[in-house]
């Protein structure tokens, strides 16, 4: 059989350019694959469909096969047993030899893609509904909308004692009231292990299923290292397949875990020597906290009794009634989680959370959530920028081109080309881009020079400071666009999910709004910004902020004074304890198209705007780069 993990498009189910037809009749044979494999472990088959005249052909043939897998149901695949070992060896203070901690023996194995995705939905049928998931199948899949969406973290984290540390915002738990957990873990209610395969009929199939993944830990460097994944087995109980199906379409069916060619433990090229383990156990809500042994409150530690593992009255349940993932892991590096609940992304980022653990012990890797960005400031330059190099790094355009001049068609203007890249223009240190003339001007051997600015070009300056025409986003104009020539790497190390990774990597386009600016009335109008430019400001502090002397009051910058910011002025004109009552009042009677037009007359070019007070920035902000 073809090892699964070896191959992305069959792990993930991927059958590209297949037609309607053939996709078809690979479900039937799915569906034959299926009820023969239900047949084999001495369960009902689906009825009405595919596969019923190969059971009664082979029915000698599987009756051997079931008598055969009865026998050695104490036999447990090599992951099971390195799961199964380390738990006896870790919890041997507290679980006896003769009764040792087991995982479910016979499971219904999903050693293919696509198995758990027909044993979600009954087979004659497009829709199941139970108390925890309801499934419907569709045009281009399935869906699956499990009972819980959950939206907090807040006591989700549990973690046995012993082992690694547990962090202080992670609830600790006692080992013996682990090990009881698992037990009962292992014990689902019998409405639980039903499979949805067959719950349109009278005789239901009904069992655990169980599904191995090899995610990757360290992808491939071509002539460095090899591809290297970890182990991780699922259970769960029949009802919870839909679970299932979807992890093993993120990271990939691994295969049967009893055929020699999937045991990481023989590929030791590949495996990165770590094994992670998910149980599946929506039965263990509303269990008692007495009767899993956690102590009374006058025997508990101070940290149990923070994190609530012991008990007061005798029908306190765990952690609430509410869900919880508890983990046990060592530096061995075996991860076992329990979830009460079948809400979807906790399957997907506990196997995050493993990978997470085996980067961290394996070293020289991070895991998914590991990156960052590499930022090139960029900043709004107004209409004209004069280029200083010499401020910057000292160099000239004569340094460039000695030092890059393989790279670069010098054009006897003094300026130069990028021979790769013809958009990309080398210009002097001393270079004046001007917008409204669309040029780009400078001296070249004492003689004046001008190129065009045109869009599309990118001028480099010799301190590596690029610039750019943009067109605005909202409006119908354009600005100068300069980015520094040296980049800030920001890096966040590997976290699991929630450490912040996407924020620094998303563009903040979608929190600016562009649009016209309506004026109901003009002369109004006018008369309230002419007030908000010339009002005195020191004015605005109450008594409270005056005696704690934390403001400058002995003057009052105007709004578009050269010492304050865009956001000074945001903070100027937004009411605050601060501020006397009379000036927040006044703050509050601004019309909200008022505030618009403020702001948008210290950005861009706005239509319908007072071009005095445009023109009046637009110098401001040429002074302010002239005297930079």
């Known amino acids: 059989m073809k090892n699964l993990s070896m191959d992305p498009n069959l792990a993930l189910g991927f059958r590209p350019h297949l037609s309607t037809e053939v996709q078809e009749s690979q479900r039937q044979a799915l569906l034959r694959y299926i009820n023969l494999k239900l047949a084999a472990h001495g369960q009902p088959i689906a009825e009405g469909v595919a596969g019923g005249e190969l059971i009664d052909l082979t029915r000698g043939l599987l009756a051997n096969f079931n008598e055969k897998t009865r026998l050695l149901d104490d036999y447990r695949c090599p992951a099971d047993r390195r799961i199964e070992d380390f738990l006896n060896r870790h919890f041997g203070d507290v679980v006896s030899p003769s009764d040792p901690l087991r995982l479910p023996g016979r499971t219904i194995i999903l050693d293919r893609h696509g198995i758990a995705r027909e044993l979600s939905l009954p087979a004659d049928g497009d829709k199941y509904e139970s108390s925890i998931v309801t499934s419907y199948r569709v045009k281009n899949g399935v869906l699956h909308n499990p009972r819980s969406d959950r939206r907090t973290t807040k006591g989700t984290f549990h973690i046995v004692e012993g082992g690694l540390p547990v962090p202080g915002d992670k609830l600790e738990v006692p080992r013996k009231a682990y090990v009881e957990l698992f037990r009962r873990a292992m014990q689902p209610p019998a409405e639980l292990l039903q499979l949805p395969f067959t719950s349109g009929q009278s005789a239901h199939a009904s069992g655990w299923v169980s599904l191995l993944l090899r995610p990757i830990v360290c992808p491939e460097v071509p002539g460095y290292c090899p591809r290297q994944t970890m182990e991780t087995r699922f259970f769960a109980p029949g009802n919870l397949v839909s679970n299932l199906d979807f992890v093993e379409s993120i990271f990939g069916n691994a295969g049967d875990p009893f055929l020699p060619e999937n045991d990481a433990g023989l590929d030791i090229d590949h495996w990165t020597g770590h094994t992670g383990c998910v149980i599946l156990a929506t039965h263990l809500l509303g269990i008692g906290k007495k009767e899993i042994g956690l102590p009374h409150i006058s025997e508990a530690t101070e940290r149990q009794k923070r994190d609530g593992m012991c008990w007061e009255r005798d029908d306190e349940l765990y952690n609430d009634g509410e ?180 924020e620094i990597s998303k563009s903040i386009v979608d929190y600016m709004q562009y649009g016209s600016v309506f004026v109901a009335d003009w002369g109004e109008d006018s008369r309230i910004v002419d007030e908000v430019f010339k009002r005195d400001y020191s004015k605005r502090w109450n008594p409270e902020a005056l005696a704690k002397q934390r403001y400058d009051v002995y003057e009052s910058r105007g709004v578009l004074s050269e010492r ?37 007359n210290q950005t861009v070019h706005g239509p319908g705007l007072d071009r005095r007070l445009e023109e009046s920035l637009q110098r401001r902000h040429r002074q302010r780069l002239a005297g930079a």
Request: glycine share 10%; charged share 25%.
């Open 323 to 502: 869900a919880f993932k508890l983990v046990c892991r060592n530096q061995e590096g075996v991860e076992i989680t329990i979830i009460s609940d079948n809400y979807f992304g906790y399957c997907k980022k506990t196997v995050k959370t493993q990978i997470s653990y085996a980067a961290n012990l394996m070293g020289q890797v991070e895991e998914e959530h590991a990156g960052g960005a590499m930022v090139y400031p960029s900043f709004l330059l107004g209409e004209s920028f004069q280029v200083n190099s010499r401020r910057y790094n000292g160099r000239t355009f004569t340094d460039v081109v000695r030092d890059y001049g393989e790279w670069i068609d010098v054009r006897q203007e003094g300026y130069g080309v990028d021979k790769r890249y013809d958009r990309l223009i080398y210009i002097p240190e001393d270079a004046r881009a001007d917008l409204r003339a669309q040029t780009i001007r400078y001296d070249h051997d004492g003689h004046p020079q001008e190129i065009p600015l045109l869009p599309g070009r990118v001028y480099m300056a010799p301190s590596g400071y690029k610039i750019r025409m943009e067109k605005h986003p909202g409006l119908r104009c354009w600005r100068l666009i300069g980015t520094g020539g040296e980049g800030i790497f920001c890096h966040k190390p590997c976290t699991v999910s929630g450490g912040g990774k996407s």
């Open 564 to 600: 304050r910011s865009l956001g000074s002025v945001i903070k100027l004109l937004t009411p605050s304890d601060d501020y006397t009552e009379e000036y927040n009042s006044w703050l509050r009677s601004l019309p909200e198209h008022i505030y618009a037009a403020r702001v948008r």
